[in-house]
Protein backbone atom coordinates (compact mmCIF):
# COMPACT_ATOMS: atom_id res chain seq x y z
CA UNK A 1 0.00 0.00 0.00
CA UNK A 2 1.49 3.34 -0.90
CA UNK A 3 0.28 6.73 1.00
CA UNK A 4 -0.46 10.07 -1.27
CA UNK A 5 -0.85 13.35 -1.58
CA UNK A 6 -4.33 15.23 -2.63
CA UNK A 7 -4.70 18.53 -4.17
CA UNK A 8 -7.53 20.46 -5.41
CA UNK A 9 -6.78 21.60 -9.95
CA UNK A 10 -9.03 23.61 -11.48
CA UNK A 11 -12.11 23.30 -9.30
CA UNK A 12 -11.68 19.47 -9.09
CA UNK A 13 -9.96 16.86 -6.52
CA UNK A 14 -6.81 15.14 -7.40
CA UNK A 15 -5.03 12.22 -5.52
CA UNK A 16 -1.34 11.84 -6.58
CA UNK A 17 1.04 9.65 -5.50
CA UNK A 18 5.31 10.06 -7.26
CA UNK A 19 7.91 7.47 -7.12
CA UNK A 20 5.88 3.82 -7.00
CA UNK A 21 8.49 1.18 -7.62
CA UNK A 22 7.28 -1.45 -10.34
CA UNK A 23 10.20 -3.25 -10.26
CA UNK A 24 13.38 -4.50 -8.15
CA UNK A 25 15.74 -1.77 -8.51
CA UNK A 26 18.72 -2.07 -11.28
CA UNK A 27 21.81 -1.50 -9.25
CA UNK A 28 24.37 -3.69 -8.29
CA UNK A 29 24.07 -7.20 -9.86
CA UNK A 30 20.73 -6.08 -11.25
CA UNK A 31 22.59 -3.16 -13.80
CA UNK A 32 22.17 -4.09 -17.67
CA UNK A 33 19.45 -7.34 -16.49
CA UNK A 34 15.85 -7.37 -17.53
CA UNK A 35 13.87 -5.76 -14.42
CA UNK A 36 13.24 -8.11 -11.87
CA UNK A 37 10.04 -8.98 -10.16
CA UNK A 38 9.01 -6.87 -6.52
CA UNK A 39 8.99 -9.11 -3.92
CA UNK A 40 5.20 -9.00 -1.84
CA UNK A 41 5.47 -6.89 1.16
CA UNK A 42 2.65 -5.84 3.60
CA UNK A 43 3.92 -2.64 4.38
CA UNK A 44 2.85 0.74 4.21
CA UNK A 45 5.07 3.42 2.21
CA UNK A 46 4.49 6.90 1.47
CA UNK A 47 4.87 8.04 -2.29
CA UNK A 48 5.41 11.49 -2.27
CA UNK A 49 9.06 12.42 -4.40
CA UNK A 50 9.78 11.04 -7.91
CA UNK A 51 12.33 10.56 -9.43
CA UNK A 52 14.50 10.76 -12.74
CA UNK A 53 16.81 8.04 -14.75
CA UNK A 54 20.15 9.22 -15.41
CA UNK A 55 20.86 11.13 -18.24
CA UNK A 56 22.67 14.47 -19.53
CA UNK A 57 19.71 16.88 -19.03
CA UNK A 58 18.11 17.46 -15.65
CA UNK A 59 15.35 19.64 -15.64
CA UNK A 60 15.29 20.01 -11.58
CA UNK A 61 14.61 16.19 -10.61
CA UNK A 62 16.73 14.36 -9.15
CA UNK A 63 18.40 11.54 -10.79
CA UNK A 64 19.29 7.52 -9.61
CA UNK A 65 19.64 4.18 -10.77
CA UNK A 66 17.16 3.80 -8.60
CA UNK A 67 15.10 4.64 -11.16
CA UNK A 68 12.09 1.95 -12.16
CA UNK A 69 9.21 3.69 -10.72
CA UNK A 70 5.93 5.17 -12.04
CA UNK A 71 3.34 8.19 -10.69
CA UNK A 72 -0.25 8.03 -10.64
CA UNK A 73 -2.79 10.64 -11.00
CA UNK A 74 -6.59 9.21 -10.17
CA UNK A 75 -9.53 11.81 -9.44
CA UNK A 76 -10.24 11.68 -5.62
CA UNK A 77 -13.90 10.04 -6.44
CA UNK A 78 -11.96 7.51 -9.07
CA UNK A 79 -13.95 3.50 -9.16
CA UNK A 80 -13.37 1.42 -11.44
CA UNK A 81 -12.17 4.74 -14.13
CA UNK A 82 -10.25 3.75 -17.65
CA UNK A 83 -6.25 4.35 -16.99
CA UNK A 84 -4.01 6.18 -19.40
CA UNK A 85 -0.78 5.05 -19.45
CA UNK A 86 1.78 7.69 -20.42
CA UNK A 87 5.35 6.69 -21.94
CA UNK A 88 7.38 9.77 -22.16
CA UNK A 89 9.89 10.88 -25.78
CA UNK A 90 13.22 11.84 -25.79
CA UNK A 91 15.09 9.53 -27.68
CA UNK A 92 15.53 6.81 -25.19
CA UNK A 93 18.30 9.32 -23.75
CA UNK A 94 16.44 12.01 -21.64
CA UNK A 95 13.44 12.39 -20.00
CA UNK A 96 11.38 11.19 -16.99
CA UNK A 97 7.36 10.32 -16.19
CA UNK A 98 7.38 13.09 -14.02
CA UNK A 99 8.02 15.80 -16.06
CA UNK A 100 4.88 15.23 -17.29
CA UNK A 101 1.90 16.73 -14.90
CA UNK A 102 -1.28 14.64 -15.38
CA UNK A 103 -3.37 17.03 -13.17
CA UNK A 104 -4.60 19.11 -16.51
CA UNK A 105 -5.55 16.07 -18.22
CA UNK A 106 -7.16 14.19 -14.81
CA UNK A 107 -9.52 17.46 -13.75
CA UNK A 108 -10.51 17.85 -17.48
CA UNK A 109 -11.57 14.23 -17.63
CA UNK A 110 -13.76 15.22 -14.97
CA UNK A 111 -15.15 17.79 -15.74
CA UNK A 112 -16.28 15.96 -18.76
CA UNK A 113 -17.66 13.16 -16.43
CA UNK A 114 -15.48 10.79 -17.65
CA UNK A 115 -12.96 10.44 -14.96
CA UNK A 116 -9.45 8.49 -15.97
CA UNK A 117 -6.80 7.38 -13.96
CA UNK A 118 -3.05 8.67 -15.64
CA UNK A 119 0.05 6.68 -14.66
CA UNK A 120 3.66 8.00 -15.97
CA UNK A 121 6.56 5.83 -16.32
CA UNK A 122 10.25 5.88 -15.64
CA UNK A 123 12.42 3.66 -18.13
CA UNK A 124 16.21 3.05 -18.26
CA UNK A 125 17.89 5.45 -20.84
CA UNK A 126 20.74 5.44 -22.99
CA UNK A 127 23.96 3.63 -22.03
CA UNK A 128 21.63 1.96 -19.53
CA UNK A 129 19.35 0.45 -21.85
CA UNK A 130 21.68 -0.42 -25.17
CA UNK A 131 24.58 -2.02 -23.55
CA UNK A 132 24.40 -5.42 -25.50
CA UNK A 133 27.58 -7.04 -25.16
CA UNK A 134 28.96 -10.96 -25.48
CA UNK A 135 30.35 -11.01 -22.26
CA UNK A 136 27.18 -9.93 -20.29
CA UNK A 137 25.03 -12.73 -22.19
CA UNK A 138 27.26 -15.33 -21.56
CA UNK A 139 27.02 -14.18 -17.76
CA UNK A 140 23.76 -14.03 -17.95
CA UNK A 141 23.18 -17.76 -19.56
CA UNK A 142 21.19 -20.40 -18.10
CA UNK A 143 20.14 -17.44 -15.36
CA UNK A 144 15.87 -18.45 -15.82
CA UNK A 145 15.33 -15.77 -19.21
CA UNK A 146 18.06 -13.64 -18.14
CA UNK A 147 20.46 -14.15 -20.93
CA UNK A 148 19.15 -11.23 -22.93
CA UNK A 149 21.33 -8.23 -23.40
CA UNK A 150 20.02 -4.82 -24.61
CA UNK A 151 16.48 -3.25 -24.73
CA UNK A 152 16.23 -2.84 -21.18
CA UNK A 153 14.41 0.08 -21.09
CA UNK A 154 11.21 -1.56 -23.54
CA UNK A 155 11.61 -4.49 -21.10
CA UNK A 156 11.22 -2.25 -17.94
CA UNK A 157 7.85 -0.82 -19.83
CA UNK A 158 6.62 -4.27 -19.98
CA UNK A 159 7.03 -4.68 -16.67
CA UNK A 160 5.79 -1.63 -15.63
CA UNK A 161 2.37 -2.56 -17.87
CA UNK A 162 2.30 -5.49 -15.97
CA UNK A 163 2.20 -4.05 -12.30
CA UNK A 164 -0.29 -1.57 -13.49
CA UNK A 165 -2.41 -4.18 -14.75
CA UNK A 166 -2.21 -6.21 -11.37
CA UNK A 167 -2.70 -2.94 -8.83
CA UNK A 168 -4.17 0.09 -10.86
CA UNK A 169 -8.07 -1.53 -9.01
CA UNK A 170 -6.09 -0.21 -5.31
CA UNK A 171 -6.00 3.25 -7.09
CA UNK A 172 -9.28 3.45 -8.76
CA UNK A 173 -8.79 2.18 -12.04
CA UNK A 174 -9.91 -0.69 -13.94
CA UNK A 175 -7.41 -2.99 -15.06
CA UNK A 176 -10.11 -4.18 -18.09
CA UNK A 177 -9.90 -0.70 -19.66
CA UNK A 178 -5.82 0.66 -19.99
CA UNK A 179 -4.93 2.60 -22.90
CA UNK A 180 -0.82 3.66 -23.40
CA UNK A 181 0.65 6.41 -25.61
CA UNK A 182 3.04 8.63 -25.88
CA UNK A 183 5.13 10.79 -27.98
CA UNK A 184 8.30 10.41 -30.48
CA UNK A 185 10.66 7.22 -28.27
CA UNK A 186 7.00 6.68 -26.11
CA UNK A 187 5.61 6.81 -29.64
CA UNK A 188 8.14 4.13 -31.13
CA UNK A 189 7.55 2.57 -27.67
CA UNK A 190 3.69 1.98 -28.26
CA UNK A 191 4.72 0.87 -32.04
CA UNK A 192 7.28 -1.73 -30.12
CA UNK A 193 4.69 -2.65 -27.55
CA UNK A 194 1.80 -3.65 -29.79
CA UNK A 195 4.07 -6.20 -31.80
CA UNK A 196 5.95 -7.24 -29.39
CA UNK A 197 5.35 -11.16 -28.08
CA UNK A 198 6.44 -10.69 -24.66
CA UNK A 199 3.05 -8.42 -24.05
CA UNK A 200 -0.18 -10.41 -23.21
CA UNK A 201 -3.22 -9.42 -25.33
CA UNK A 202 -4.57 -8.59 -21.91
CA UNK A 203 -1.68 -6.24 -20.79
CA UNK A 204 -3.81 -3.10 -21.99
CA UNK A 205 -6.75 -3.26 -24.37
CA UNK A 206 -6.09 -0.15 -26.67
CA UNK A 207 -3.33 2.11 -28.17
CA UNK A 208 -2.76 5.83 -29.05
Known sequence: MYLGRQ??????????????PYAQQPIGRLR????QTLPTSNHTKRAYN???????????VSTTESCLTLNVYAPAQANNSPV?????????TIGAGVYYDASLL???SI???VPVVVVTINYRLGLLVFMADKDLYNERSGIGNQSTTGNYGILDQVMALNWIKKNIHGFG???QQITIGGESAG??????????SLVSNQTFQRAI
Open 32 to 35: WMPP
Open 7 to 20: KAYNNTLINYWYGI
Open 106 to 108: VST
Open 173 to 175: GDP
Open 187 to 196: GVSVTILLMS
Open 84 to 92: YVWIHGGAF
Open 50 to 60: ANACPQSYIYG
Open 111 to 113: NYS
